[in-house]
């Protein structure tokens, strides 16, 4: 059956600093999706920028009740800069560093032999290094990225399949069980994963 799939980066929430949920939605606004899509130079690429699982053409299909949650984020660096300065976050010789001293860094992990997810999120850690974060993007073995790496929560960021639904019942089985695409890092089912896929009413995305 048809169905929209959006491609996207998992942000595991129990590496310091993107255990502070602020810091994770503050990326939201690094990324040009326009730019991420047209690297692989697909005309049917097109920018996502729910920072939930969340298919735009979905969106109209969720509940009102949970709607109201899944607020988009924008590309717009200065309110990033802005999140992570109000946090403590200082920039150094173009890099960020956290409140403790150290340097803001993202190692991104993709499998390999995903030539469009690879080109994909080549350009996306192109535009997190280019803002200041240490990033840089490592191909893995197929077999180990799905066998190992995803199972485990082995990883501090790996790119996937966000969603593959065609509305929010579809996009509810997809995710419910058992979160195979982001593995226990980001799991209804393994205590102190249990993130929720919507920003809260203050604003903050967990």
């Known amino acids: 059956a048809p169905a929209w799939m959006t ?10 600093p993107y255990n502070i949920p602020q810091v994770r939605e503050a990326l939201c606004y690094v990324i040009n999706r326009t730019e991420v899509g047209a690297s692989w130079g697909l005309a049917i690429s097109k920018p996502d920028y729910y ?4 298919i735009p053409e979905t969106i109209d299909t969720f509940p009102p009740n949970i709607k ?10 200065t309110k990033t800069t802005q999140m992570l300065q109000s946090l403590g976050f200082k920039k150094i010789n173009g890099y960020w560093y956290t409140p403790n001293g150290t340097e803001l860094t993202l190692e991104v992990l993709a499998p390999s032999g995903y030539t469009d997810w690879m080109t994909m999120a080549a350009d996306a850690v192109t535009q997190l290094d280019a803002f200041g974060i240490n990033a840089k993007l490592i191909g893995q073995d197929v077999g180990v990225f799905w066998g190992t790496t995803i199972p485990n929560g082995e990883y501090q960021a790996a790119t996937s399949a966000l969603g593959g639904t065609m509305s929010y019942p579809s996009a509810w089985g997809f995710l419910q069980w058992p979160w195979w695409r982001s593995g226990n890092a980001i799991s209804a089912y393994v205590s102190g994963s249990d993130t929720w896929p919507f920003q809260w009413p203050n604003g903050t995305c967990t």
């Open 51 to 54: 920072p939930e699982p969340v």
């Open 68 to 77: 109201q949650f899944i607020i988009p984020c924008s590309y717009n660096w």
């Open 7 to 16: 491609m996207g980066i998992y942000i595991n929430p129990h590496y310091y």
